[in-house]
């Protein structure tokens, strides 16, 4: 009777220390993102909507201790506009992300966001690997791109090329030349201003804002910008 008791004991507890080894291990690695232009952050999107973030509240697992961080962040928003994937946000009132940064939660503060994530069972996602970013640090061009650039690009394809010369493989392809410039963001730097944008031959370009036309280049070096 005693060994079964140990033996249940002990199966116990090495199965508490497995599970701490695992969420401590969770904890300590770093949340990791892909480099990605601002256009394929937002074509890989569920939705994609400008809201005023009003409170936040955080809500946590009972069967896990708070200590490990392993809660979510819920977003009390507001929403302004949505500029993809209005049929899945209907009524949208809470924005989800995880607690930890290493799991690639983002904190947000007051104010009005660009927010671009995922609609999973428990409601609409962000992460730091998303689109996500302060209204106000947006130019005129790239709210130009929200609204309809962007979308019009989505069946293009943006590549990098690392090596000179750098030309197209298929006719709707943009090229980077460089990621410098993208992913993450600095301080003060806007996101690049560019966007892919396929025309009636089926072909794919970048244009660049401002008042001109799209170029008939589809070769961007975004180190240049």
Same mark, same amino acid.
């Given at each position: 009777?005693?060994?079964?008791? !140990?033996?249940?004991?002990?199966?116990?507890?090495?199965?508490?220390?497995?599970?701490?080894?695992?969420?401590?291990?969770?904890?300590?690695?770093? !949340?990791? !993102?892909a480099?990605?232009?601002? %256009? =394929?952050?937002?074509?890989?999107?569920?939705?994609?909507?400008?809201?005023?973030?009003?409170?936040?509240?955080?809500?946590?697992?009972?069967?896990?201790?708070?200590?490990?961080?392993?809660?979510?962040? %819920?977003?009390?928003?507001?929403?302004?506009?949505?500029?993809?994937?209005?049929?899945?946000?209907?009524?949208?009132?809470?924005?989800?992300?995880?607690?930890? /940064?290493?799991?690639?939660?983002?904190?947000?503060?007051?104010?009005?966001?660009?927010?671009?994530? /995922?609609?999973?069972?428990?409601?609409?996602?962000?992460?730091?690997?998303?689109?996500?970013?302060?209204?106000?640090?947006?130019?005129?061009?790239?709210?130009?791109?929200?609204?309809?650039?962007? =979308?019009?690009? !989505?069946?293009?394809t943006?590549?990098?090329?690392?090596?000179?010369?750098?030309?197209?493989?298929?006719?709707?392809?943009?090229?980077?030349?460089?990621w410098?410039?993208?992913?993450?963001?600095?301080?003060?730097?806007?996101?690049?201003?560019?966007?892919?944008?396929?025309?009636?031959?089926?072909?794919?370009?970048?244009?660049?804002?401002?008042?001109?036309?799209?170029?008939? %280049?589809?070769?961007?070096?975004?180190?240049?910008?």
């Amino acid at each position: 009777m005693m060994m079964k008791m !140990c033996t249940g004991v002990c199966v116990t507890g090495g199965l508490l220390f497995f599970m701490c080894v695992c969420l401590n291990q969770q904890m300590l690695e770093a !949340c990791s !993102c892909a480099s990605a232009h601002p %256009q =394929q952050l937002f074509c890989t999107a569920d939705a994609v909507l400008r809201a005023e973030i009003t409170g936040e509240k955080i809500k946590r697992r009972e069967d896990i201790n708070p200590m490990y961080g392993l809660g979510k962040v %819920q977003y009390e928003v507001q929403v302004i506009k949505v500029f993809k994937g209005s049929d899945r946000i209907k009524d949208l009132q809470h924005v989800y992300t995880h607690e930890m /940064s290493s799991m690639c939660g983002i904190r947000l503060n007051r104010g009005q966001y660009l927010l671009s994530g /995922s609609v999973m069972s428990e409601g609409f996602f962000i992460t730091l690997c998303d689109f996500v970013e302060h209204w106000d640090r947006l130019s005129l061009t790239q709210k130009k791109n929200l609204k309809y650039r962007y =979308q019009m690009g !989505c069946n293009c394809t943006i590549s990098t090329c690392t090596e000179q010369p750098c030309h197209p493989n298929i006719k709707n392809e943009c090229i980077l030349t460089d990621w410098s410039s993208l992913w993450p963001f600095e301080d003060g730097e806007p996101v690049h201003e560019h966007a892919c944008i396929r025309h009636s031959d089926g072909s794919c370009s970048w244009y660049e804002g401002g008042t001109s036309k799209p170029s008939d %280049q589809n070769t961007t070096d975004m180190s240049e910008g």
